[in-house]
């Protein structure tokens, strides 16, 4: 049985169908993880309630993804965190076929390298 996890995506951006990785750095949450490595991503929380800190943010999405798509940094199976930069990290995972990464960056977080159909959009209002 293929075990999926729920991610949750916040942004301005009104995607329709999937949320694209194409528009990493386009925004404020965003433009420092450009200097790590300019492979685009999306990223998501595991687990809601992000918004309290993502202010101003006009959406959430919703999507599923198999576990077994995701290399987990935190373990770090191939030792890569041992061997390579941030950016050669991303490369050499994305090249053995991982659809993205997870680690911690004082939250759980993934990115992902693909584009990815949501299964709910949520509007987020502001009180």
């Known amino acids: 049985m293929i075990k999926l996890i729920k991610l949750y995506h916040y942004s301005n951006q009104d995607f329709k169908g999937y949320v694209k990785p194409s528009f990493f750095g386009a925004n404020s949450y965003t433009q420092n993880s450009v200097y790590e490595s300019e492979i685009d991503r999306s990223f998501f929380y595991i687990g809601r309630g992000k918004e309290y800190f993502l202010n101003g943010t006009k959406f959430c999405y919703i999507v599923k993804i198999a576990k077994s798509k995701i290399y987990d940094l935190e373990k770090d199976i191939k030792k890569f965190k041992d061997k390579y930069c941030f950016n050669d990290i ?4 994305k090249r053995l076929g991982y659809y993205g990464v997870k680690g911690n960056n004082g939250f759980d977080v993934v990115c ?3 584009a990815i159909k949501y299964i709910d959009k949520r509007a987020l209002t502001r009180a």
């Open 112 to 114: 992902l390298f693909k």
């Open 90 to 93: 991303l490369l050499n995972i």
